[in-house]
């Protein structure tokens, strides 16, 4: 009896601790894990999902045919801890600004940064645009919304300075979780040569943004977030809660510019309010796109775009 007495609980602690890591599994595989990629062919050209990419659809196509057929440079890089990072540098002129362009979670550069390209040589600028970790062609399986990504991008920033022009001037820019990445990454100490920041449809924190699309599934996301939390610090890692873009813009002294579109059903326009207000930059702006869906405020009003991203960077340029 006196056996039985310990034995009890101690099978209802072991089966507690299973039931924990089993769904904290679950979340990570769902949310952080990113399997094995398959290689896009040539006659392949992957545009976002969703109906509300379906009218700027082959605008996108066409944007990735024209920067297949560009003169580019394949580049890459390796990360603190190892992993091999690629990328690819489309230069409009020696000696004209670089801007280094992150994509969107389980994007790819191609994908999501093809307008980028057609917009930096529209202005005058040179395109360096990577596949995150975990990636397209680059190394890796977690994907960390921004904690480990801004660090590969101060990685970015050295290779441009060290390889392409040490006396480049640079904007980090990023649409989505790439805006998540560059607000991350400047709110710590950047060389000179980084003079700006665009950050395109970036969320708050990896929390907020984890709990929203929980929300948005039907699932009950504050008894859930800390499993998907406590499966990134096990299984993947990092801890989601420790750094994040409003964090940094508290810190960030760097010109930046948002945009966001006022009908963004993935990640809230709000957030990029919030990320506004927090901004401790003296040269800030905000930019929200009427109609526009979230990564779209290039497509829907492009004009607008090129007229806002010109005024905003060219003193500084």
Known sequence: MELLYWIIP????????????????VCFFKIFYSPKRKPVGDDEYPT??????????????QWIKDIRAMERTDVSITSYDGLKLCGKYYEYKKGAPIEILFHGYRGTAERDL???????????????????RSSGN??????????????????????????IDKDAKIIITGISMGAATVMTAAGKKLPENVVGVLADCGYTSTKEIVKKVMQDMKLPANILYPFARLSAIIFGGFDPDKDS??????????????????VDAYVPCSMSEQ?????????KRLVITKGAGHGLCFPVDTEEYFKEVRAFFDPYL
Request: aromatic share 10%.
């Open 10 to 25: 101690l099978c209802v602690l072991v089966f507690a601790v299973l039931i924990v890591l089993s769904v904290s599994l």
């Open 48 to 61: 976002p999902a969703g109906r509300i990419y379906d009218a700027h659809r082959e605008q996108m196509v």
């Open 114 to 132: 093809c307008g980028g390209v057609y917009r930096c040589f529209e202005l005058g600028r040179n395109a360096l645009i990577v596949d995150h």
């Open 138 to 163: 680059s190394e890796g399986h977690v994907i960390t919304f921004g904690a480990k990504e801004s660090r590969d991008c101060l990685d970015w920033i050295d290779f441009a300075i060290n390889n």
């Open 245 to 262: 873009p409003i964090k940094s813009m508290k810190e960030c002294r760097l010109p930046i510019i948002f945009f966001h579109g006022d």
């Open 275 to 283: 990320n506004y207000a927090a901004c401790a930059s003296e040269y």
